[in-house]
């Protein structure tokens, strides 16, 4: 479980700056993305959640990161839960708002899984 834990942290990242991107991209250039880029919202949104699942289920098997690690595991589901509550509010411009959002969760995937790396 920690190794599928630990190669799913790449997927989550990929995906999350990818749409992240995509998302800034669409917004610079003055463009409402369409469906393809909803689906990819719930693409790295659906990552992310399945890296934090994995995150439970290995602790669960009572290996423990660190606290740090577990700090910005919780920040990335906090801020996927204000994204949910403000989900009105990013509806009306939701590229640069999921652009910020998700390239903001890869930086705190990228930063919890520095803390057991290094």
Do not use: N
């Not at 942290?9 to 991107?21: D, E, F, Q």
């Not at 949104?45 to 995150?55: F, I, N």
């Amino acid at each position: 479980m920690r190794t599928l834990h630990a190669h799913w942290a790449w997927v989550a990242v990929a995906v999350s700056g990818a749409v992240g991107l995509w998302g800034l991209g669409a917004a610079a250039l003055r463009r409402r993305p369409g469906r393809a880029f909803d689906a990819g919202v719930w693409a790295a949104v659906g990552s992310l959640l399945v890296q934090a699942a994995l995150g439970f289920a290995v602790y669960g098997e009572g290996l423990r990161p660190g606290d740090r690690h577990l700090f910005y595991g919780f920040l990335v589901l906090f801020t996927l839960a204000g994204a949910y509550i403000f989900r009105a509010r990013i509806a009306r411009r939701p590229a640069p708002a999921w652009g910020v959002l998700l390239l903001f969760s890869m930086g705190l995937a990228i930063r919890a899984w520095a803390t057991v790396a290094g």
